[in-house]
Structures are given as C-alpha cells and as structure tokens.
C-alpha cells in the first residue's frame, strides 16, 4: 500500500511542479513613470514548463475590481507576455493578476502594487492660457501604442514649450501693431492740412504695414494657439520636407 501511494505522488509532482504559472517579477506597466488618467497596459509574464499545451485566462484586477481578461494560450515549454490595458486614477495600486485554467479553476495569483502620478506633474498643466496644450494627441497616441507614447510625450512637451515661447512673442508683436496703427491715425488727426499733405504718403503707407502686419501676426498666432490646426501643419511641412530631400537624393543618383 506505501509503495502505491508512493508511485502515485510521483506520478502526480510534474503536474504539480510544472503547471503554467508566473515567471519573477511578472507584473510590469508599460510606462515607467504612469500619469492619472494615461492609458497603459498591464502586463503579466506567464510561462508553461508542462510538456503539454496550456490554455486558460488571465484575470486582471486592481484589489478587488477587476480591469480586465485575456485568453493565454501557451505551447509545451513556452513563455509569453500578456497584457490588459488600464486607465488608472492617481494614488496607489495593488494589481493582481490571477491564471486560471480552461475549466475557470485558478493555479495562482500574483500581485504587484504601483504608483500612479496625479496630473498636476504633466506637461499640459505647463501650457499657457492662449496655448491649446497636446493632451489629446498624446492621449490617442497612448490608446494606438502605449510604448510608442513614451518616446512622443517628450517631444510634444518640447514643441509645446515652443508653441509657448512663440505665441508670447506673436502677442507682443500683435500689441505693437496696434500700438501703430493706433499712433499712426492720431497722428494724422492731430496734423495740419499741409503737413498732412507732406507726410500722408509715408503715414498711409505705415498704417498699411501695419495692418498687414496685424493681419499676419493674427493668423499666426491663431495657427500656433490652436493643437487641431498647428499639428496638421507641421505634419504636412514634415511630410513635404521628407519629399523634397528624397527627390534631391534621387537626383543625386
């Protein structure tokens, strides 16, 4: 009788021993450093050491709530990352990630606790009033490919910080227009019929200037304030840009 029950459990322990389960450090976020309110994904390592196919599910959840599933499909001996997106709320967060077999029966849960930056740390609060900040872009950017996002976030903050630097400068040449033309008409007012006559070419031709200027600065400003009208630009001079230098590389050759 020992000698049965003894062959059984060493019948049993390689299912026992290599069942599908969580590698070390299994559970990671796609971005180092997660913001309230951004898109990421979980992801759990899962691993099948059996010598047969494994198929089952991934439960995601934060303590209790659960986020999300995913099927996990995994060949003999084979290994795999897995993930769920999560759009998580500041503060702190235990994820857990629970493996359950095909008939739903769970082989073993793992948790990982992570900390999520408010929004107060990201770049759009940095924007001026008059600047339409890049949140949205980056947002949808997140959603298509969060690992793409954390390579794009640096470079909208920093063309950000320009669209800022620029429409303070754009403000202060629209005030100086119209300080110029304001100046301009008063003094034409304020002049005599011959010395009006003498300069009115030269008051008349700086008013215009001026105006255009106006116009100019406006439009400008307009363009480098506005995200849906600014991005599209400099999508389309980047675009043009990439063409023109690759019919100069083909004249080349």
Known sequence: MKRFLFGTFLFLTPTLVFAAGFAK??????????????????????????????????????????IGSVPVSLKAGGADNVSVSWKPNAGTHTI???LKDAGGSTLEENKETFTIAATSVTFSTTQSDDVQPSTAIQESITNVSPVVAEYTSPVLKTIDSGRTFAAKKLNSALDWSKSQIATSSKAAANMSDTEEKKSSLMQTAWRILATVALY?????????????????????????????LWRKYRRGY
């Open 25 to 66: 450090q299994s559970i990671f976020l796609s971005s180092t450093a997660p913001v309230e309110g951004q898109t990421v994904l979980i992801y759990a390592s899962v691993s099948n050491p059996a010598t047969t196919v494994f198929n089952g599910t991934l439960l995601i959840k934060d303590e209790a709530s659960e």
């Open 216 to 244: 100019v600065v406006t439009i400008l400003l307009y363009i480098v304030t506005n995200v849906g009208v600014f991005y599209p630009i400099l999508a389309i001079g980047f675009l043009y840009t990439l063409w023109r």
């Open 96 to 98: 857990v990630a629970v």
